[in-house]
């Protein structure tokens, strides 16, 4: 089993930078591959950004592609979400998430374990 726990979001201007972190517990964590997602208020969760068990391979949607980078360190067992240039539309709560694998990357029905999210709100 794998507890994730997300932390630094919080108020930002427009054009700003974040960076959130999501600090998992278990021995088997490298052996996940991680998402991030986002809700906004009324909206369905959404994809953000993903990244494989061993870093090689990583993925952005469209709307965060080039201002959002994803990064693990198996080491530490933690997973970044460098956010720059933030926009007020990525306003929303912020939640990491594990899955053992899928081809499925952005569906958040194929993840198996989820932190609680932190609040990410740019402001105009």
């Known amino acids: 089993q794998v507890q994730l726990v997300e932390s630094g979001g919080g108020l930002v201007q427009a054009g700003g930078s974040l960076r959130l972190s999501c600090a998992a517990s278990?021995?088997?964590?490298?052996?996940?591959?991680m998402g991030w997602f986002r809700q906004a208020p009324g909206k369905e969760r959404e994809f953000v950004a993903h990244?494989?068990?061993?870093?090689?391979?990583?993925y952005y949607a469209d709307s965060v592609k080039g201002r959002f980078t994803i990064s693990r360190d198996n080491a530490k067992n933690t997973v970044h979400l460098q956010m720059n240039s933030l926009k007020p539309e990525d306003t929303a709560v912020y939640y990491c998430?594990?899955?053992?694998?899928?081809?499925?990357?952005?569906?958040?029905?194929?993840?198996?374990?989820w932190g609680q999210g932190t609040q990410v709100t740019v402001s105009s």
């Open positions: 998430a594990a899955v053992y694998a899928t081809p499925d990357y952005s569906s958040s029905s194929r993840y198996d374990y």
């Open positions: 990244i494989k068990w061993n870093a090689r391979n990583t």
């Open positions: 278990g021995r088997t964590f490298s052996s996940y591959a």
